[in-house]
T-cell receptor, first 116, second 114 residues
Framework: GAVVSQHPSRVICKSGTSVKIECRSL??????MFWYRQFPKKSLMLMATSNEGSKATYEQGVEKDKFLINHASLTLSTLTVTSAHPEDSSFYICSALFPLAKNIQYFGAGTRLSVL | AQSVTQLDSQVPVFEEAPVELRCNYSSSVSVYLFWYVQYPNQGLQLLLKYLSGSTLVKGINGFEAEFNKSQTSFHLRKPSVHISDTAEYFCAVSVSGTASKLTFGTGTRLQVTL
């Protein structure tokens, strides 16, 4: 079964609103989680690394004020897309580092965001 | 910095035929290598990984890959594919010895037909 749960799987929102996406590690504690963005027929682009109890580390070119990441517990990281615009429409995927095998990332099922 | 090249964006193959999906990487340091599979509108599932040891790695669903350091390659193979193997396949690399981020290739679409 899935070891990482991502919710919601799909969300449609109006331009200007904010959307929160949750990523939960199931049955294990993940001090490090990652957020990716995937454009149609493209590879995954790492947006940020989320560390429990500290600020996220954003990749170059990713607006930290637009994509707010919170990793308040060892099993939950959230990504909030603030003031969403149509160009933010994409497939967002999270992953968690499995503590017993630190080089292995387990991925959530992804969230399809559509901004109207 | 590391980079991954998947030269084939699409690979069509008939069911029960063998397949090879190519992956080449570039890095100035030692790396770990991974293959992930993505089914439509889903996240990524780990197929197999190379961390160290034997260069021939076996994964789930009958897939295997061979790490070739001299050719900086990590090609994925399956001797006989099924319709259900139709998916997007991503090769990825991370710096060895650390819990570091993954760098992905652009993906290869494997299309299996009857």
């Amino acid at each position: 079964g899935a070891v990482v749960s991502q919710h919601p799987s799909r969300v449609i929102c109006k331009s200007g609103t904010s959307v929160k996406i949750e990523c939960r590690s199931l049955d294990f504690q993940a001090t490090t989680m990652f957020w990716y963005r995937q454009f149609p027929k493209k590879s995954l682009m790492l947006m940020a690394t989320s560390n429990e109890g500290s600020k996220a580390t954003y990749e170059q070119g990713v607006e930290k004020d637009k994509f707010l990441i919170n990793h308040a517990s060892l099993t939950l990281s959230t990504l909030t897309v603030t003031s969403a615009h149509p160009e933010d429409s994409s497939f967002y995927i999270c992953s968690a580092l499995f503590p017993l095998a630190k080089n292995i990332q387990y991925f959530g099922a992804g969230t399809r965001l559509s901004v109207l | 910095a590391q980079s991954v090249t998947q030269l084939d964006s699409q690979v069509p193959v008939f069911e029960e035929a063998p397949v090879e999906l190519r992956c080449n990487y570039s890095s100035s340091v030692s790396v770990y290598l991974f293959w992930y599979v993505q089914y439509p509108n889903q996240g990524l599932q780990l197929l197999l990984k190379y961390l160290s040891g034997s260069t021939l790695v076996k994964g789930i669903n009958g897939f295997e890959a061979e790490f070739n350091k001299s050719q900086t390659s990590f090609h994925l193979r399956k001797p006989s594919v099924h319709i259900s193997d139709t998916a997007e396949y991503f090769c990825a690399v991370s710096v060895s010895g650390t819990a570091s981020k993954l760098t992905f290739g652009t993906g290869t679409r494997l299309q299996v037909t009857l």
